[in-house]
């Protein structure tokens, strides 16, 4: 039975020293999550066919950054009392209390503000309103509507995460290509495999806070498929840009290697379930991620 989500969470000593702060409120942003968001993006402008200015496409990295860091900060806020019950995430700053919530929201509301005004001022307007949609996609539609409700959250919540690349793209060009949308697909598809990963080893957590992740709704076998299929997917249109001229033999050679690899780790998981393999294969789908979107920026300069 989930656990009531009036549950009080548990208290810990909170931080009082400026240095504190700093480390809780860069917690809070999700360092590690807006850091890949960010080469992802940065990815998206070096591929990008037309030059602007080296401060402008600066500018963008920063708003498209500080968006992104506020809307971790929004996850958080809204998902203190869930995060309180899962060991995962009960050691956040709002779930364990080391942080007050007023304290989060200014912060969070600072970053937002800043990152819009700097896109919106130096960058353009159609890259501060496609990160503001993506903001409002992550922190608003997914936290409390999709995730909450469906198994299927990280599926049609994936559409705010594979946003970056395209992001990038529109700080350089002030518009969309198709070449934008099949970067945008790459991780669309990646989402679910990488998320169900975690979700399988984590599956417990999960049930306990009451959140219908597949693994918890459909049970372990059926989420071990899925994770097999989307990777099939993601493998396949991964090889896109080659047979797209966006990019040439370097990067089809390693994207069908971080593939083969990818592909390897989801069959396992497939056949001989453990809580170690998934843990493994989580972890490898991050850096099949930025291995790849590495691979079509060398490509791209040889």
């Not at 496409?57 to 500080?66: Q, R, T, Y």
């Not at 007050?100 to 969070?108: G, I, K, L, N, S």
């Not at 970056?164 to 949308?181: F, I």
């Not at 945008?184 to 417990?204: C, D, E, K, Q, V």
Request: net charge positive; hydrophobic share 55%; with cysteine.
């Amino acid at each position: 039975m989930p656990v009531s989500m009036n549950q009080p969470r548990p208290r810990m000593m909170r931080a009082e020293s400026g240095v504190q702060l700093l480390r809780e409120f860069v917690s809070l942003t999700k360092p590690r999550v807006v850091a890949l968001i960010v080469f992802t993006a940065v990815i998206g402008m070096f591929l990008a066919p037309r030059t602007v200015p080296l401060t402008q496409a600066v500018f963008g990295a920063i708003g498209i950054a500080l968006l992104a860091a506020a809307a971790a900060a929004t996850n958080c806020l809204l998902e203190a009392k869930r995060d309180a019950m899962m060991a995962r995430t009960r050691g956040r700053p709002l779930a364990s209390g080391r942080l007050r919530t007023a304290e989060a929201v200014t912060f969070a509301v600072t970053l937002g503000l800043t990152g819009l005004i700097t896109l919106h001022a130096l960058v353009n307007p159609l890259t501060m309103w496609l990160t503001l949609a993506t903001f409002a996609g992550y922190a608003v539609v997914y936290t409390l509507w999709l995730k909450p409700r469906t198994p299927h959250n990280i599926v049609l919540g994936g559409a705010a995460g594979a946003m970056p690349p395209l992001l990038g793209w529109a700080a350089m060009t002030g518009d969309v290509s198709a070449e934008a949308l099949l970067l945008f697909l790459i991780i669309f598809l990646w989402t679910p495999p990488h998320f169900w990963s975690l979700a399988l080893y984590r599956r417990n957590d999960y049930a306990k806070a009451g959140v219908p992740m597949l693994p918890v709704t459909h049970g372990m076998r059926h989420t071990r498929s899925q994770v097999l299929l989307y990777t099939l997917g993601l493998v396949a249109v991964s090889v896109l840009p080659f047979f797209t001229r966006m990019s040439g033999a370097v990067y089809l050679a390693s994207a069908l290697s971080l593939g083969a690899i990818f592909i390897a780790y989801a069959t396992a998981l497939w056949r001989r379930y453990s809580d170690k393999l998934a843990r493994e294969t989580f972890r490898y789908s991050i850096a099949y991620l930025a291995l790849l979107f590495a691979a079509l920026l060398v490509d791209h300069y040889l």
